[in-house]
T-cell receptor, first 110, second 115 residues
Framework: EDQVTQSPEALRLQEGESSSLNCSYTVSGLRGLFWYRQDPGKGPEFLFTLYSAGEEKEKERLKATLTKKESFLHITAPKPEDSATYLCAVRETGANNLFFGTGTRLTVIP | DAGVTQSPTHLIKTRGQQVTLRCSPKSGHDTVSWYQQALGQGPQFIFQYYEEEERQRGNFPDRFSGHQFPNYSSELNVNALLLGDSALYLC??????????????FGPGTRLTVL
């Protein structure tokens, strides 16, 4: 059965203090790993798709990396507007659905 | 280009009632998935529609049903509402077999409260 575990559950950073969010996954065959950002009461906003170990993608202050067992979302010099819940999801080979973790709630303090 | 739209934004129902939620996919997308997100949890997959057929279903009872129309829009119906059905219901659209990749794009959600 698919499993996605995100850590930490919550993270408070000072503005400019870089850090990483972790997503550990167990899946029989990985079709893709997805990162989303979700603001309170809103729908998830797509950030990245990663397909194979060693792959990296960047967008502004965010960089996502993938290994065979986990993915990291690195946040460099975060700003208060980066405060949100970051969700990780996997799609198994042959399946059409996304299986989500419970997210990391990030708060960036000015 | 309009993204995924959902209606209504909020809904309050009582136990035992029935509810219909609506979704219009992003332009160019032909596949619609529905997810339920309880407070503090990640979204959970309900089902996916493609070519007006339910293509895959998650672990939800048959009180949850859906439909996809020829214009690719979709409805989610929930019968005999329970208190535990209170959640944010998310619609996600994607393209099957196209050049758009695997990404699913989410709408703003419908907040359902069951009293």
């Amino acid at each position: 059965e698919d499993q996605v575990t995100q850590s930490p559950e919550a993270l408070r950073l000072q503005e400019g203090e870089s850090s990483s969010l972790n997503c550990s996954y167990t899946v029989s065959g990985l079709r893709g790993l997805f990162w989303y950002r979700q603001d309170p009461g809103k729908g998830p906003e797509f950030l990245f798709t990663l397909y194979s170990a060693g792959e990296e993608k960047e967008k502004e202050r965010l960089k996502a990396t993938l290994t065979k067992k986990e993915s990291f979302l690195h946040i460099t010099a975060p700003k208060p507007e980066d405060s949100a819940t970051y969700l990780c999801a996997v799609r198994e080979t042959g399946a059409n659905n996304l299986f989500f973790g419970t997210g990391t709630r990030l708060t960036v303090i000015p | 280009d309009a993204g995924v739209t959902q209606s209504p934004t909020h809904l309050i129902k009582t136990r035992g009632q029935q509810v219909t939620l609506r979704c219009s996919p992003k332009s160019g997308h032909d596949t619609v998935s529905w997810y339920q997100q309880a407070l503090g949890q990640g979204p959970q997959f309900i089902f996916q529609y493609y070519e007006e057929e339910e293509r895959q279903r998650g672990n939800f009872p048959d009180r949850f049903s859906g439909h996809q129309f020829p214009n690719y829009s979709s409805e989610l119906n929930v019968n005999a509402l329970l208190l535990g059905d209170s959640a944010l219901y998310l619609c996600a659209s994607s393209s099957t077999g196209g050049a758009w990749g695997d990404e699913q794009f989410f709408g703003p959600g419908t907040r359902l409260t069951v009293l």
